[in-house]
């Protein structure tokens, strides 16, 4: 491959020296195309000095499509990469610690209910009493994804059903309408039998006065 001198002033050697390496050759050559597209731009008719620049443009352009269709290529590998970790970290944390919330604050309903399902579970049978005494209810089951209360003082053979749906947005009320502390009783869930059942299996559900409480540790 030939070879030629190029000599620059101190300033210009400065410049030079700065521009990264693996440029300095594809920049000398742009240059070059340049100024030779310029001269031959002399020698021609208008309308092939239209055609030429207007080659010239889209030359330019697919060279910038090219560079950018890399940087697109790469960018497209790393997100990909960094999603596939994230995923990973997510299940480690769900498996280790439990659901996954970006709100450390808020309170996790799929725990609150694997307590009381859990809770449900081993205490079938077991009766318990409304805040004013005034009912009875008894834990009929737990199967299948759903609690089932018995109300003990009525004739009706039809249980009180709740699923973690249920208490997914009994934990939203409480979030939203109580700051995630305290609500009025009875709106925690639309069925008082439920609600009663929920205050007695979780340890950080209590009624105190006219108010559901959840007792927040992490607060």
Sequence with gaps: MPKRNVYFSDEDVM???????GSKS???RDFLIE???GIALDDMTEREKEREKLRHKILLARKEETELE?????????????????EE??????????AWSLDENLIIAADVWDVIYSEAESRIGTIFTSPSG?????IQNA????VMIERIDTPSPKPSTFTFRTIEKAIERLEYDGDGEKLERGLFMPVLAQECAAVFLHPSLSYEGKYLVFDRKDR
């Design 15 to 21: 410049i030079w020296d700065k521009l990264p390496d």
């Design 26 to 28: 594809q920049l000398l």
């Design 35 to 37: 100024h030779n597209h």
């Design 70 to 86: 890399n940087t697109f290529s790469l960018t497209e590998t790393k997100f990909s990469a960094l999603k596939d970790k994230i």
């Design 89 to 98: 970290m997510m299940e480690q944390f769900e498996s280790e610690f439990g």
């Design 134 to 138: 005034l009912s009875q209810y008894r």
């Design 143 to 146: 199967k299948k994804g759903k």
